[in-house]
C-alpha cells in the first residue's frame, strides 16, 4: 500500500464509542476508507490493480476489526451480539460483490462512486448505530462493576458481572469482564 492518501472522510469524535481499542480501529478504518477513495480518484489516472490492492487491504482491514468487535461483544455478553454480527457478514457479502463488479467492469467512474457511496455511508451509519450501543452496553457495565466495588469495598476488576445474552449457547452464564 502507498503510504500517502487524502483526508475525503474525516473522523470526529462524535464517532467515539468510549471505548480506546475499538475507536483506535475505527479510526484506523477512516485511513483505510481514505486510502481507497485515494486510490479511486488521486491522480486523475486510476489504475486498476491500485484500486484492486486498496479495495483488498479494505476488505482485510474491515474483517480483523470485526473479529476484535465481535470477541468484545461476546466476553461481555452483548445481548445484541446475534444480530450484530449478522451486520458485519451482510457487509462482508456487499465488499465480495463489490469486489467482483470491479474485476468485471474494471474501476469506471460510476463504479467507484457507488463503491463509495456503498462502504462509507455503511461504516459512518453502523458506527454511529450500532457500534454506539455496545458503547453504552460497556459503559453500564462498568458502571454497574465500580457501584457494586464501592458498595462492597473489593477492587472493580475483581467483580463478574452477569449479563444475559441473546445467544441460546452463551446463556446467563456469568462471565467475569474486564474491561
Ligand atoms: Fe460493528
Given at each position: ?86 451486520f458485519h457478514e ?48 460497556l459503559h453500564r ?39
Amino acid at each position: 500500500m502507498k503510504g500517502e492518501f487524502s483526508t475525503i472522510y474525516e473522523w470526529n469524535s462524535n464517532l467515539e464509542i468510549g471505548y480506546p481499542i475499538i475507536d483506535a480501529q475505527h479510526k484506523g478504518l477512516f485511513d483505510t476508507m481514505n486510502r481507497f477513495f485515494s486510490s479511486c480518484y488521486y491522480p486523475y489516472e486510476m489504475k486498476r490493480e491500485d484500486v484492486e490492492e486498496a479495495l483488498l487491504y479494505l476488505e482485510q482491514y474491515t474483517k480483523e476489526h470485526f473479529e476484535t468487535e465481535e470477541t468484545i461483544q461476546i466476553e461481555s455478553s452483548y445481548p445484541e451480539y446475534n444480530q450484530h454480527k449478522r451486520f458485519h457478514e451482510e457487509f462482508k457479502i456487499m465488499v465480495r460483490g463489490l469486489k467482483s463488479d470491479l474485476e468485471r467492469k474494471g474501476p469506471t467512474r460510476e463504479l467507484l462512486g457507488q463503491i463509495e457511496m456503498a462502504i462509507a455511508s455503511w461504516l459512518v451509519d453502523h458506527i454511529e448505530i450500532e457500534d454506539m450501543k455496545i458503547g453504552r452496553h460497556l459503559h453500564r457495565i462498568n458502571e454497574i462493576r465500580e457501584g457494586l466495588a464501592r458498595r462492597s469495598g473489593v477492587v472493580a476488576g475483581d467483580i463478574a458481572i452477569s449479563t444475559r445474552n441473546d445467544d441460546e449457547e452463551a446463556g446467563d452464564a456469568e462471565i467475569p469482564i474486564h474491561i
